[in-house]
DNA sequence: TATAAATACTACTTAAAGGTAGAATTAATT
DNA sequence: AATTAATTCTACCTTTAAGTAGTATTTATA
């Protein structure tokens, strides 16, 4: 019961870079650092986070990342999509596959509250929301 | 964001077994059988649920599997902890390791709820809550 | 134009979850 | 005592997530 290793490090990648978007550029180098993520880790999850079209990257001498979009419109459930993470609809508790209308599984009444909520949190939360709480490490 | 094969398997025998429990006793090929489960994964399964002293097993011919505890006093949680798939309390969605009191992940406050709501579910549904509720497949 | 510092690509290794195979053990029945 | 049908044990195989290594590419600057 927990979002994937590759979320978890993006979210918190993502959340600092909004914390420090009024600076130019971060590297790579720099992100691993403060953020204890395993460099070259690191650089394959914005490689992914590139080619979804939320950071764009600099390459070469000086360069680095920064936001495509406003962080405002970046939402948690973005990020969680990137990395099939995302709460589906269908999804149960029990599902191992999915509950269909036929077969609803034992949980599946007690699972609609928390699954909502689940959801809610994710939708919700943009980047610039988050951006400034807690510590990022 | 999901349990374990291994839970969602084991609650759903045991659902299973609470919905017939009138039945003396169950064996694996039959369980196997009716749930779609791998035989030698589920009887993998069985055998942690043996040792863990929610079921007791009949070795030898005519031998199966029965209750051990009533399932009023068998919880959903009793049953992840066996797996270690808890939800504990210091466990936060960034968590990676765990958020402690000096350092709070960017979604710590958010997760406060959706947490306890889980906890909640699985601390509060017993076998007996959920035997005969859907179907077990 | 050479160098240095950055990202990107390809491929590999490691660790954990999920699942399988086969033999050993147990016990009721004939 | 032999047979049969059940659980249990030990060991292995497969798949996926997590992480690492090395090289290629890009670009600012001296």
Same mark, same amino acid.
């Given at each position: 019961?927990?979002?994937?290793?590759?979320?978890?490090? $993006?979210?918190?990648?993502? $959340?600092?870079? $909004?914390?420090?978007?009024?600076?130019?550029?971060?590297?790579?180098?720099?992100?691993?650092?403060?953020?204890?993520?395993?460099?070259?880790?690191?650089?394959?999850?914005?490689?992914?986070?590139?080619?979804?079209?939320?950071?764009?990257?600099?390459?070469?001498?000086?360069? %680095?990342?920064? !936001?495509?979009?406003?962080?405002?419109?970046?939402?948690?459930?973005?990020?969680?999509?990137? !990395?099939?993470?995302?709460?589906?609809?269908?999804?149960?508790?029990?599902?191992? %596959? !999915?509950?269909?209308?036929?077969?609803?599984? $034992?949980?599946?009444?007690?699972?609609?509250?928390?699954?909502?909520?689940?959801?809610?949190? !994710?939708?919700?939360?943009?980047?610039?929301?988050?951006?400034?709480?807690?510590?990022?490490?």
């Amino acid at each position: 019961m927990q979002l994937s290793n590759s979320s978890q490090y $993006a979210i918190r990648i993502l $959340a600092y870079m $909004a914390d420090n978007k009024d600076s130019k550029l971060l590297n790579a180098t720099e992100l691993a650092k403060t953020l204890y993520i395993p460099y070259k880790f690191l650089t394959k999850i914005m490689t992914e986070l590139v080619k979804s079209g939320l950071v764009v990257s600099i390459r070469g001498r000086d360069g %680095g990342y920064k !936001f495509e979009k406003k962080t405002s419109e970046i939402m948690v459930s973005d990020i969680l999509a990137i !990395f099939n993470d995302s709460i589906k609809n269908e999804q149960c508790v029990l599902g191992i %596959g !999915f509950c269909n209308g036929l077969c609803k599984c $034992a949980l599946h009444d007690q699972w609609v509250e928390p699954k909502h909520l689940l959801q809610k949190m !994710f939708q919700e939360s943009s980047l610039e929301d988050i951006a400034g709480k807690g510590c990022k490490i």
